[in-house]
């Protein structure tokens, strides 16, 4: 927080703008210091400054500085984004959260599978006259929508042939219309 007591030539940005002298106890001073004029001239166009004026001084000295602060980011928003403003950020942001939510929800989702996959893999052992490691026999995986699958020995983990996350575009072995 600067005052203009600190700068004896130099007038508050607020009484800069209005072009009026800024006497000593200027409720602008301490909050619109005169190396931001931009930030009044933006508090100025979408409140007023009488509007600033009377908020200012209904509240108590130490509400101001946040109150003043938050007008300017509300100002600056209302600038750059007309009809929504802050709410229009917020919105933006929140849609962001909700995107990188869904994410992290399905980045655990394939840990999971994953994990499970090496759980029965290592359940699992192959039978003893297998010849190196490659038999006819098949393992048992979970599937993505319950119930599980069969994967050939030679197949390597994780094969999610019908994942709806796969990226690779495998598309549901029923053709979406039943549930194992």
């Known amino acids: ?92 942001l929140q849609r962001q959260v909700d995107r990188l939510q869904k994410e992290l929800d399905s980045a655990n989702a394939d840990l999971v599978r994953y994990a499970t996959c090496n759980d029965i893999q290592t359940a699992a052992p192959l039978p003893a006259n297998s010849s190196q490691g490659v038999s006819n026999s098949v393992h048992m995986i979970m599937a993505p929508r319950g119930g599980y699958y069969q994967t050939p020995n030679n197949i390597p983990y994780p094969y999610l042939p019908w994942s709806d996350n796969n990226p690779s575009g495998g598309g549901d072995i029923n053709g979406g219309g039943g549930n194992l």
């Not at 602008?28 to 009044?40: G, R, S």
């Open 1 to 92: 927080m600067s005052s203009s007591s600190s700068n004896y030539n130099s007038p508050c940005a607020a009484c800069k703008f209005l072009r009026r002298k800024c006497m000593p106890g200027c409720i602008f001073a301490p909050y619109f210091p005169p190396e931001e004029p931009h930030k009044f001239a933006n508090v100025h166009k979408i409140f007023g400054a009488s509007n600033v004026t009377k908020l200012l001084n209904e509240l108590l000295p130490h509400q101001r500085e946040d109150a003043v602060n938050s007008l300017a980011y509300e100002a600056e928003a209302r600038i750059r984004d007309p009809v929504y403003g802050c709410v229009g950020a917020i919105s933006f």
